[in-house]
């Protein structure tokens, strides 16, 4: 993909703003991190006697090629630095490059008890549980197998199995030290099945549209978190006989080693695989997406209380960005972060609010499948990846609950949905459509354009000819086209409700 390169905008968060963490690489390089070669950057290197890891904040970012060989906790959350565990040894060397921090003395950086966060076995059996107690509107799927031979399960979640819904993804644990995660995934099925009756919100919801929940895309990276390993991050990719792991989140096709966002070094807790979606976790949740296309994702991450969404490069321009921001906020508005306030999530990019994150899900759903695609990063940096179960679990997925919440919810505001006649013989990827803004004035403008400037195509949502597009309130005309030809357009104004056009034939102007 070419880079469209443009100027960084603020990073948002409602009550507050978060400005940009990175300082310019060049100026980094005059204060002595020229000579990151000669120097052992990796994370992994071989402890010296009695070296322990500790977790140290950053007064200032290194550069890309730097920081993607460190283990980057999280974004300390009051201000703004990232976190990081390294080897003293590895730290005094950052030191002679120029780097500065400051050591960090928290709870959750020693050892404490897993008990009750839920092991790969676990997550099997509840789902089956749920699955046998509410057969009417849950589902349980296997997606895929890991390198262990574990299931990746999704529970999808609906009543009556028509096709022409609009479909919402939830996914957790692409990192497998990121436990808490799992737990709301979990929590989200409960909820909805518990008020599949007696909700009558919740009881629209599975009439109309289609969740599914992934509460473990890696379960064994889980597996391994839980017999001793606390910080793995990676799954259980093996080279030459020994397991070194595969980061997910650095594994799509989309920018995948484009932008010093992985590493090459199966050391790394960032490493990208040997190829793009070359692991069957990877390969499960793009084959997800390729079948129920959803309107939107949210993939629980932790930690830093940030709501982030494409592009995962600095430099790649997402031109839908008032959409993806217009979301985030209605998501904002309903989380609550770990000291009990809604709207204080951070919103933006990646490199705004972290660093650059080559070849990550989120990329790869918007470039795709038109997915409005978010991670959510949950608990504050002083609960950390591993919260206590007994304070935290409860509170956490409670705090949780409004945000994907108002994501089902913003599938009935202003979108445009159609059912277009695909006819007799046509395979759904026949047709696509394009969409133009329309000013007051009468200008139009492309909704999203692709790196290379192009206008994005988007692709239809079911088997069925589903189209559900989210947009702003306003004038717009979908364009529809057939094998690459451009068709009919349809001019519908959108208020603050969805807006059905109803069955459409696609036919030439």
Not at 66 to 77: F, H, N, Q, S, Y
Not at 119 to 135: I, K, M, S, W
Not at 206 to 232: C, K, M, T
Not at 345 to 350: C, D, F, L, R, V
């Amino acid at each position: 993909m070419k880079s469209a390169h443009f100027q960084t905008p603020e990073p948002r968060g409602t009550g507050r703003r978060v400005a940009t963490i990175f300082s310019a690489v060049a100026v980094l390089t005059g204060m002595g991190f020229a000579v990151q070669q000669q120097v052992g950057w990796r994370v992994n290197e071989q402890a010296q006697a009695g070296e322990q890891p500790v977790v140290v904040t950053l007064q200032e970012s290194p550069p890309a090629e730097v920081l993607r060989e460190l283990d980057v906790l999280g974004r300390e959350t009051q201000t703004g630095q990232l976190m990081v565990k390294a080897l003293p040894h590895l730290l005094k060397e950052l030191q002679k490059g120029g780097l500065s921090f400051s050591a960090v003395s928290q709870s959750w950086s020693t050892i404490q008890s897993l008990e009750g966060y839920l092991q790969p076995e676990d997550v099997e059996r509840v789902l089956n549980q749920l699955a046998q107690e509410h057969p009417e509107v849950v589902t349980l799927e296997t997606l895929g197998e890991t390198h262990e031979g574990r299931p990746i399960l999704a529970a999808v979640l609906q009543r009556g199995r028509g096709e022409n819904r609009p479909t919402v993804l939830f996914n957790s644990m692409h990192h497998a030290r990121e436990v808490m995660t799992t737990e709301v995934a979990i929590s989200i099925v409960e909820e909805i099945v518990t008020g599949a009756e007696s909700d009558p919100e919740i009881a629209n919801w599975l009439e109309n549209y289609r969740i599914v929940v992934v509460p473990q895309v890696n379960p064994d990276g889980n597996a391994r978190v839980h017999s001793g390993r606390r910080f793995w991050r990676k799954n259980a990719y093996e080279r030459r006989g020994s397991v070194v792991g595969v980061d997910l989140n650095r594994n799509y096709p989309t920018l995948w080693g484009a932008c010093n966002g992985s590493s090459g070094s199966t050391s790394s807790d960032t490493y990208r695989g040997p190829q793009p979606a070359s692991e069957p976790e990877t390969k499960a949740l793009m084959n997800t997406v390729a079948r129920f296309r959803p309107v939107f994702d949210i993939s629980y991450h932790s930690y830093s209380e940030l709501i982030i969404f494409p592009y995962g490069c600095r430099g790649e321009r997402n031109t839908a960005r008032d959409v993806f921001e217009s979301v985030a906020e209605d998501i904002n508005a309903g989380v609550v972060n770990d000291r009990g306030r809604t709207g204080q999530y951070a919103i933006g990019t990646a490199p705004e609010l972290l660093y650059n994150a080559d070849g990550g899900d989120l990329d790869w759903q918007w470039d795709e499948y038109g997915v409005l695609a978010y991670t959510l990063e949950v608990n504050s940096s002083t609960q950390g990846f591993q919260p206590d179960y007994t304070l935290w679990r409860d509170l956490t997925t409670e705090n949780q609950m409004g945000g994907w919440k108002a994501l089902l919810r913003r599938l009935s505001r202003s979108a445009i949905r159609a059912e277009i006649d695909l006819g007799t013989e046509e395979s759904i990827d026949a047709i696509t459509y394009t969409v133009d803004v329309i000013s007051p004035s009468g200008k139009s403008a492309p909704f999203a354009l692709n790196g290379d400037g192009s206008v994005k195509h988007f692709k239809l949502r079911s088997e069925s000819g589903l189209l559900f597009h989210i947009v702003e309130p306003g004038r717009h005309r979908v364009n529809f086209w057939r094998n690459g030809e451009p068709m009919n357009s349809a001019e519908v104004r959108v208020g603050e409700s969805l807006t059905d056009l109803g069955s459409v034939a696609v036919t030439r102007p």
